[in-house]
């Protein structure tokens, strides 16, 4: 297995699944955290969890048991799947859990990235939007459990995250993967570890 995904609910990891199957991975979706090994022949297993609207303590402890499941399976890089809406608190979980996979894997910084453009979410400015909406002005503002009333994810991130957060304009993002390795670095030396990458377009 190469690439391991921790989702923070079902519907959004098969979501990740599905995507990552119809760009060419063998992908595996599981619904919790397996008790054997992955088969042989899978290149992808996204592990559905339901971390979103538990205590974040849990939600850190589930996800770092998937973590460490998915490294046994070889796996050498990692997507943390959240909602493309950001759903979280001041309290987290997308924060708590961040923080706490940054750690475990020792990375020096992390791509922070909800958006999934076909669907009309995309981040421009570092503020999410649903398609021509702020988050905070799309109905998310009245969600019951996880209201969103900022959608500076800057802001929304830093509330729930003890590492700094960065921010890559889609200026760069345009300009192509060299350049956004320039920006990710310099975002890193300037003290961020979780950045915020715009992305307007699926390309």
Not at 37 to 58: C, N
Not at 121 to 130: I, K, M
């Amino acid at each position: 297995m190469l690439l391991g995904c921790i989702g923070d609910d079902f519907t959004g990891s098969s979501d990740l699944a599905n995507t990552l199957s119809k760009q060419g991975m063998r992908t595996v979706q599981y619904t919790g955290i397996p008790e054997g090994d992955a088969a042989s022949d899978v290149e992808a297993g996204v592990v559905a969890l339901k971390s979103r609207s538990i205590d974040p303590a849990l939600a850190v402890e589930q996800s770092l048991a998937a973590l460490a499941w998915l490294q046994a399976q070889g796996c050498t890089q990692f997507i943390f799947k959240y909602c493309s809406t950001f759903d979280s608190t001041a309290e987290g979980n997308i924060g708590p859990v961040c923080d706490a996979l940054t750690k475990a894997l020792q990375a020096e910084k992390v791509i922070v990235c909800p958006a999934f453009p076909g669907t009309g979410r995309s981040v421009y400015q570092g503020h999410l939007f649903v398609q021509d909406k702020l988050l905070s002005e799309s109905g998310m503002e009245n969600h019951p459990l996880t209201p969103m009333t900022d959608p500076d994810l800057r802001r929304c991130l830093q509330a729930q995250s003890s590492l700094s957060i960065g921010h890559v304009s889609a200026y760069d993002v345009l300009k192509g993967s060299d350049a956004v390795a320039v920006a990710l670095d310099k975002q890193h030396n300037d003290g961020h570890a979780l950045i915020v990458v715009d992305a307007i377009q699926d390309e």
